[in-house]
């Protein structure tokens, strides 16, 4: 399954960084040391004491925050349809349904939302966290595409427990620079993502990733492959000690 963990392991980086966007664009460029003096800086005096790193009011950084969710409830969507129709395991397509079900109803109200605060939730991101994100998810659906069967199903559930983890992290932050209907908002969409959570670790739990499988497809219980009986001896003899037999003479 190496090249579906190259892929799930980028995702993943991203998402881990978006948990503090806040702080990696405001810090962007401070502590900053190409070694070039800066003669404005210098020429500049008292300004040159001032911290060049850039600061954003509450607003700006809901903003931010908002389509960086806008942007995670459209990977969800996306995949979500094509693990409806590529999944194999019964579980997977009811948890991939779920999915398209509850984004598209959250990204709906976020879009309702921003319409009404003349928020553009698909402008061009200079977020380099937003950036990342999209190229990281294009990648995987391309990726994903060329999957079927039980190697569809790792790489579909591999990534859903980081990914709502960072989606509950973005909702979080979110909370605490928003006001009004964007706020209730928020506290709206909490919940659902948290319910998501927990059934995407329920899911991890009840998957396995066999070895001997190609790429690595999910396993279901002890080893079992997800639709088709265990063999009796898949355990039972393995431990067995042989019992050498007699020289013959």
Excluded: W
């Excluded at 892929?7 to 948990?19: D, K, N, Q």
């Amino acid at each position: 399954m190496t090249r579906t963990r190259g892929f799930t392991i980028r995702a993943v980086s991203c998402f881990i960084v978006a948990g503090i966007p806040i702080a990696i664009l405001g810090c962007q460029n401070e502590g900053r040391s190409d070694g070039a003096p800066s003669g404005t800086a210098q020429a500049a005096g008292a300004t040159s004491a001032q911290p060049s790193a850039v600061r954003f009011d509450d607003t700006t950084k809901t903003n931010m925050l908002l389509r960086q969710i806008h942007a995670a409830n459209q990977d969800e969507i996306d995949m979500g349809k094509l693990a409806q129709e590529k999944a194999q395991s019964p579980e997977v397509k009811k948890f991939a349904s779920q999915m398209v079900t509850d984004h598209t109803n959250a990204d709906q109200k976020l879009t309702d939302l921003a319409k009404r605060s003349n928020l553009d939730l698909n402008a061009a991101p200079m977020d380099p966290i937003v950036i990342a994100l999209q190229s990281a998810s294009e990648d995987r659906k391309r990726m994903m595409r060329g999957l079927s069967g039980g190697q569809f199903d790792a790489a579909y559930v591999a990534p859903q427990v980081d990914n709502h983890t960072v989606v509950l992290n973005l909702v979080q932050e979110a909370q605490k620079t928003a006001s009004g209907d964007t706020r209730k908002l928020l506290d709206e969409t909490k919940p659902v993502v948290e319910s998501h959570l927990d059934h995407a670790k329920t899911l991890m739990r009840g998957l396995t990733f066999s070895p001997a499988a190609v790429g690595g497809g999910p396993m279901q219980g002890e080893g079992a492959p997800m639709g088709s009986t265990q063999s009796p001896s898949a355990h039972g003899d393995a431990g067995k000690k042989s019992t050498p037999k007699p020289n013959q003479q």
